[in-house]
C-alpha cells in the first residue's frame, strides 16, 4: 500500500481492510464536512451484517448541525445517494442515528483472498512494532522447587504474547527470569548437606530435590535453627563461597535440564535464559545508584526505601545480613535490560499475588528518575482451578506440570486408538492434540480469569477447546486433499454468495486487527476466541453441504468449487496461524 492510500498511517493497523475504510470514511467526509482522518478514527462495525459494513455514528455532529443525529443521518444518506458513489462503495443507508456504508463485495472479498493465498503463513503480520523492542519476562520457575502446574500460565500466555508482539513487528525478547539465587538456595543446600544431595546417578533428581524441599520446611517448623543456617548459606553463596558455590552449580543444572526438557514439550524458546543470579555481580551498581539519590534508609538494620507516601510498605533493598532480596535482583535486573535492549516495553508476565512487589519495583525505579519505567508492565492472570482445589508446594501437594502433559497425551493417545486406529503418526498428532488442549484452555479466557481445569472439558472435541481448533483445521485439510488440487489463484469470477461465505471472508478481514489488539491489551484470548468464531461459522458452512450437494465446497459447478477452495484454503491458513500464535500445533490428519 502506497502512503498516498494510507495518509493517516493506520494502514498498518488496519491491514488489508484499510482501502475500504479510507474508502468509507473519504465518501462521508465530504458530507459530514469533517476531515478524513477523524471520521476514519470514528468508524464502526455495525452489528448485523445487513447493516452495510461500515458505521459512522452521527452523535458527535448534533451541536454543529443544530439537529439531532437521527435527521443528520437521514439528510446526509440523503445527499450521498444523489450522486454516484465512489470506487469500492456501493450503498449508504440511515439507521437510526447512523450512517451504514456497504462496500464492494466481489472486489473485498478478491482483495483479501488474493493476500491471503499470496501471504500464506505471514497474513496478519503488521509493521505496528517495527523498530520497537519488547521484553517479555516469562515462566521463571524456581529452581529448588519442580516446575508445577503454576507455572504454566506465565509460560504460555508469555509465550504467546512474544509470539504475537512478533507478528505486530516488534522485536522480542524472551527472558527466563530463573528463579536461582536467593535464601531459597540455602535452604536446599542445608538439606542436602543434611540429608543427602542428589546422587550423579539419581534417576529422578527432581523428586529428591523437591523431597529434600519438603523436609526441610517440615523439620523447620519444629526446628527454626534450620532457617538461620540456610540464611547463612545463601549469605555465603553471595560471598563467593567455593562450597556454596559448588552447591548451587549442581542444584541449578538439576533445574535448567528438567526445564528445558519442559520447554522442548511445549516448543518453547528463550531468547535469554538469565536467571537471578545472573545479576550478583550487578546489585552493587543497582544499590550505590539508590544511595547516590538519597533513597536509601535504614531500619531495623536493614536498608529499605521508604514507599509510605504511595501507602506502600518499603522496598527492602538488603537484609540486616547485607545479602540481596527478590527485589533487589529485580531492581538490577531493570537497570541491565533497558541499558542492554532499549525497550519500548518490557512485560512481566507474573501471577498477580506478586503485584505489590512489582508497583514497589517501579516505583523505586519511577523514583530513580528513569523515565522508561513507564514502559514496564506487570502482566498479572488468574489461577488454575483444580477439583481438589489449591495447591502448597511446601507441604509436597503439587501438581507436576509433566505429570500433567503425559496424560493429556495418554488420553488422547487412547481416543485414537479408539476412533482412528489407522492414522499414520499417531504419537506426533496425539502429542500435538494433547499438549494443544492443556495450552489452549489456558488462553481461551480473558488472563485474569482463573482456569478451570477439568480433562472431559479440556479434550472435548465440540467444545470451545484446542481440539475443536485442530479438527476444524484437519478438516479442511480432508477437503482440499479430496479435492486433488491446491488453489494458488483465485478463479476469474469469484462465486461466494452464500451468507456464510461473505462472513468468512469478512472475518479473515480483522486477523491483523485482533493480532493488534492482542499486543496492545497483552491479551491472547482475543486471538483464542477469533479462532473459535472463525471455526464455528466455518463449521455451519461445512454443515450446509450435508443438507444441499450444491452448497458443498466439492461441488459440482468448476467455478463455484474453485471459489470455494480459495476461501477454505484461507481459512485454514488463518486457523493454523492463529494457533501456531498460541502455541498450538495444527496436524493435518486426525
Ligand atoms: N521466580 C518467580 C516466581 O516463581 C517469578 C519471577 C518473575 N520475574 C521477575 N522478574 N520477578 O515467583
Same mark, same amino acid.
Given at each position: ?5 494510507? +495518509? ?13 475504510? &479510507? ?5 462521508? @467526509? ?49 445527499? &450521498? ?35 491471503? &493465498? ?12 517495527? $523498530? ?8 521463571? +520457575? ?16 508469555? @509465550? ?6 512478533? @507478528? ?27 540429608? $543427602? ?129 527478590? /527485589? ?46 513507564? $514502559? ?111 488453489? *494458488? ?18 472475518? /479473515?478481514? *480483522? ?6 489488539? @492482542? ?24 454443515? &450446509? ?46
Amino acid at each position: 500500500m502506497s502512503k498516498e492510500d494510507d +495518509p493517516h498511517g493506520q494502514e498498518k493497523s488496519y491491514g488489508p481492510l484499510s482501502a475500504f475504510r &479510507l474508502a468509507a470514511a473519504r465518501t462521508i @467526509a465530504t458530507v459530514a464536512d469533517l476531515p478524513e482522518e477523524t471520521v476514519y478514527g470514528l468508524l464502526e462495525s455495525p452489528p448485523r451484517p445487513d447493516l452495510g459494513d461500515f458505521a459512522f455514528p452521527c452523535f458527535s455532529l448534533a451541536k454543529t448541525h443544530r439537529k439531532a443525529p437521527p435527521m443528520i443521518a437521514a439528510s446526509m444518506v440523503e445527499t &450521498l445517494n444523489a450522486s454516484p458513489f465512489p470506487e469500492l462503495i456501493t450503498a449508504a443507508q440511515a439507521t437510526g442515528p447512523y450512517i451504514n456504508i456497504s462496500i464492494d463485495h466481489d472486489r473485498f472479498c478478491r482483495a483479501i483472498l488474493e493476500l491471503v &493465498l499470496a501471504q500464506g503463513e505471514s497474513y496478519g503480520n503488521l509493521e505496528t512494532g517495527k $523498530g520497537k523492542a519488547v521484553v517479555i519476562d516469562y515462566s521463571s +520457575p524456581n529452581v529448588a522447587k519442580p516446575f508445577g502446574i503454576g507455572h504454566l500460565r506465565s509460560t504460555v500466555i508469555g @509465550a504467546a504474547l512474544a509470539r504475537i508482539h512478533r @507478528a505486530a513487528g516488534y522485536e522480542v525478547f524472551g527472558i527466563n527470569h530463573l528463579g536461582d539465587w536467593g535464601t531459597q538456595f540455602g535452604k536446599m543446600m542445608v538439606a542436602c548437606m543434611r540429608w $543427602g544431595k542428589p546422587g550423579e546417578n539419581d534417576p529422578d533428581p527432581v523428586k529428591t530435590m523437591f523431597n529434600l524441599y519438603v523436609r526441610f520446611h517440615k523439620e523447620a517448623e519444629s526446628d527454626p535453627s534450620l532457617e538461620d543456617e540456610g540464611r547463612a548459606w545463601f549469605k555465603k553463596l553471595e560471598e563467593g563461597d567455593p562450597e556454596a558455590h559448588k552447591y548451587w552449580v549442581l542444584l541449578s543444572d538439576i533445574g535448567r535440564t528438567e526445564f528445558s526438557r519442559i520447554y522442548d514439550r511445549l516448543g518453547i524458546q528463550f531468547e535469554h535464559f538469565t536467571g537471578e543470579s545472573f545479576y550478583n555481580d550487578k546489585l552493587t551498581e543497582m544499590v550505590d545508584l539508590i544511595k547516590e539519590k538519597g533513597l536509601l534508609e535504614t531500619s531495623q538494620d536493614a536498608q529499605i526505601v521508604n514507599l509510605e507516601k504511595w501507602d506502600m510498605p518499603p522496598a527492602l533493598v538488603k537484609k540486616a545480613d547485607d545479602s540481596s532480596l527478590y /527485589l533487589t535482583r529485580d531492581l538490577a535486573a531493570l537497570l541491565y535490560r533497558h541499558r542492554t535492549f532499549q525497550f519500548t516495553k518490557a512485560l512481566y508476565v507474573v501471577g498477580m499475588e506478586q503485584t505489590l512487589h512489582f508497583r514497589q519495583l517501579f516505583k523505586v525505579g519511577e523514583l530513580l528518575g528513569l523515565d522508561w519505567v513507564e $514502559g514496564c508492565e506487570h502482566i498479572p492472570f488468574g489461577l488454575i482451578r483444580f477439583k481438589e482445589g489449591r495447591m502448597s508446594t511446601r507441604h509436597g501437594k503439587i501438581i507436576f506440570l509433566e505429570e500433567v502433559l503425559d496424560r493429556s497425551v495418554d488420553l488422547v493417545q487412547k481416543i485414537i486408538d479408539e476412533k482412528n486406529p489407522e492414522l499414520e503418526n499417531k504419537e506426533e498428532v496425539a502429542h500435538a492434540i494433547g499438549i494443544g488442549a492443556i495450552v489452549f484452555n489456558d488462553l481461551k479466557h480473558r488472563r485474569l480469569k482463573d482456569v478451570q481445569f477439568d480433562w472431559d472439558e479440556i479434550l472435548n472435541f465440540d467444545g470451545k477447546t484446542g481440539p475443536y481448533l485442530q479438527y476444524s483445521h484437519a478438516r479442511i485439510s480432508s477437503i482440499l486433499r479430496r479435492s486433488n488440487e491446491t488453489p *494458488t489463484a483465485l478463479p476469474e469470477k469469484l462465486q461466494l454468495d452464500l451468507p456464510e461465505e461473505k462472513d468468512l471472508v469478512r472475518r /479473515l478481514a *480483522t486477523f491483523s486487527r485482533v493480532i493488534q489488539s @492482542a499486543a496492545d491489551e497483552s491479551e491472547p484470548s482475543y486471538v483464542s476466541t477469533y479462532l473459535l468464531d472463525l471455526a464455528e461459522v466455518f463449521n455451519r458452512y461445512y454443515n &450446509l453441504g450435508g443438507k444441499n450437494p450444491a452448497n458443498r465446497v466439492l461441488c459440482e459447478d468448476q467455478e463455484i468449487r474453485s471459489s470455494r477452495l480459495c476461501l477454505v484454503l484461507s481459512v485454514k491458513t488463518v486457523l493454523q496461524k492463529g494457533l501456531a500464535l498460541l502455541g498450538v500445533k495444527a496436524p493435518e490428519k486426525m
